[in-house]
């Protein structure tokens, strides 16, 4: 199999201690397929991935008694071996979620229980260092279970790589931060934050190819906002909102993850619960994402799925059922199709794909 044309996928798996905690596999370009290649323990579990752009480096962020921590691992893009090249503190406690900019000049890292976010500088040799800024947040929500106080739930770089997008379930909103790169610090933007409605629990967002608009994904509504984004100042606002569940579904539901399509065309949503992709399409008018239809992923719990880089395929991710199952896209419709093929991965919570030529 050609390593050119086979992209690697990454997986972190939420195993004790003394199992493995990252696992490397090899796409097959004609079935999605997954062949494994290598996995190596990584602390508790690693929690979420984020790849350099050179592909060598992959950041994981974990929870140990000694805290929250960054571990950089070195990835061969060829072979697949992993090895882990060193681990420092995060910043706070309860770290969900991570990301590097466009240069893999920083890692950003969201912190669910600590209610903060922290920016912690790479090395010449791509090993992430301690933090050089964090930001605590503050505020709740109107869910007194849940929004009892700030839980940033990811830290998305934009499309420019001016600003990190800072979903917070807490409090209903969207953070704002440019990164200043001169003095390695995050500050806020003008405006600092975007409003969702009440009661959404903003989880994770991500961007259109053409960065016009964004697509966040509600955890305690069930919901997708679509989001306008100013190309100036970096600010969102809400568009549309629409449901992530079918007519008529009244169990319990949180969804997930969200990514949109490379083509722009199409936007899918994970719910857990309803257990099911939600596939929406991009309108090419005013660039809101419409639902269109749902697909079971056939498991329990998909905390996480990803697409390939060529939009191929999607890779859901069941947690509770512990499995990898492989969809091929429509090229004209997005729609899903289960290929058959299945991986087993311990509670498998994050896939990422290391960047292709």
Known sequence: MSTRNSPLALVAARTDPDETGLFSFRADPDTGGLDPRSSIPVGDGPKFLAVGPDGRRCYAVDTTEEGGSVVTVDVDPETGNLAVANRVPSGDEGPCYCSVDAAGSYVFVAHYSGGSVSMLPVDDDGRAREPAAMVEHSGSGADPDRQEAPHP???????????????????????????????????????????????????????????????????????????????????????????????????????????VHPSGEWVYASNRGHDSIAIFEVDDDDGCARPVGHESTRGAWPRDFALDPHGRYLYAENQNDGTVVVFGIDGETGALAATGDVVDVPQPGCLVFVPVE
Do not use: Q, W
């Open 153 to 259: 739930h990811a830290i998305v770089p934009g499309p420019d790589d001016r600003f990190v997008y800072v979903p917070d379930l807490g409090t209903d909103e969207v953070r704002v931060y440019e990164i200043d790169r001169d003095r390695g610090d995050l500050l806020p933007a003008d405006p600092p934050a975007v409003e969702i409605h009440d009661g959404a629990g903003p989880r994770h967002v991500d961007f259109g190819p053409d960065g016009e608009f964004a697509y966040l994904v509600g955890e305690l509504d069930s919901t997708l906002t679509t989001l306008a984004r100013d190309p100036a100042t970096g600010a969102l606002s809400p568009v549309e909102t629409v449901p992530s569940l079918p007519e008529g579904f009244t169990g319990e539901n949180l969804p997930a993850d969200v990514h």
